[in-house]
């Protein structure tokens, strides 16, 4: 429902950048020599008349359809598209050239790499090239940092975590053992969670860049951002955030989360 809201966004001055970016994901995601093993498949099955290679061919390109359309407004992360790679394998298996060994070994070592970097960090990647730093990097110090700042001069139990972003939330819940955690975010609304109480307080936990005061019909603010709190894997800045004391509004339509760990979907 949320998704087939998003059918009419059209931005064709970036349509290309998206189109590009979805792309060069694929590739960079299932690594190359994989990438080109889908596209050979999948050119095999366009081949073949069998009921078979007929319905394959749709599991694929009915899904990547919809992310194509979806890139010329908006960009596509390249994780979405792997729900199609299980049936792009099939695919690669009708084609089978002498080389797809070689294929499934660099796909291997570049997952293994990747493991490496996201677990022991060996190689001190900037930012912008170390997915694994910006996504996975530093979380367990740096919530354990936040609720110790977040409980200075309140009495215990620990304040509320509070988040505008369900990534955030998310990480949040996981690791902030012993703090309630509460996020506020549209999506939720096709969930059926049940919504805090009017009046709650807490921190609101956001990232430094942010600029934007928080929706004012959601968080009535109540203080001053704290300092910027880093979150970093040995010594390498993933993200500086701030926390904002803040009350919970309760406008028409907002949607809330307090565990983003479990999230029971309305029929």
């Not at 078979?52 to 194509?68: E, Q, R």
């Not at 022991?120 to 997915?131: H, I, S, W």
């Not at 996975?136 to 139990?157: K, L, N």
């Not at 942010?210 to 979150?231: I, N």
């Amino acid at each position: 429902m949320r998704q087939g809201g998003r059918v009419l966004d059209w931005q064709p001055v970036r349509a290309l950048t998206f189109l590009s970016e979805l792309l060069g994901g694929q590739v960079g995601l299932a690594s190359g020599l994989v990438f080109i093993l889908f596209v050979g498949g999948c050119t095999r099955l366009w081949r073949r008349s069998d009921a078979f290679s007929a319905l394959l061919l749709c599991t694929i390109l009915c899904p990547l359809a919809v992310f194509v359309q979806h890139a010329l407004g908006a960009r596509v992360q390249a994780n979405w598209p792997v729900l199609v790679y299980p049936a792009c394998a099939l695919a690669a298996g009708v084609w089978c050239p002498r080389w797809w060994k070689s294929a499934v070994w660099l796909g291997g070592v570049l997952t293994l790499v990747v493991m490496v970097q996201a677990v022991f960090a060996p190689l001190r990647l900037p930012v912008r090239l170390d997915v694994t730093l910006r996504q996975m990097g530093g979380w367990s110090d740096f919530i354990h940092t936040v609720q110790i700042r977040a409980a200075e001069g309140y009495a215990s139990p620990a304040p509320v975590l509070m988040t505008e972003n369900y990534d955030l939330a998310g990480e949040v819940a996981f690791y902030a053992r012993g703090s309630e955690t509460v996020a506020v975010e549209p999506r939720w609304a096709v969930f059926d969670i049940p919504r805090p109480a009017c009046g709650l307080q807490g921190m609101l936990l956001r990232p430094a860049q942010e600029k934007e005061a928080p929706d004012p019909h959601a968080f009535e603010v109540l203080g001053e951002a704290s300092a910027p709190v880093a979150r970093a894997r040995r010594g390498m800045v993933a993200e500086w955030y701030v926390m904002l004391p803040v009350r919970l509004r309760c406008a028409p339509g907002q949607a809330f989360v307090r565990d983003a760990a479990s999230l029971p979907v309305r029929h």
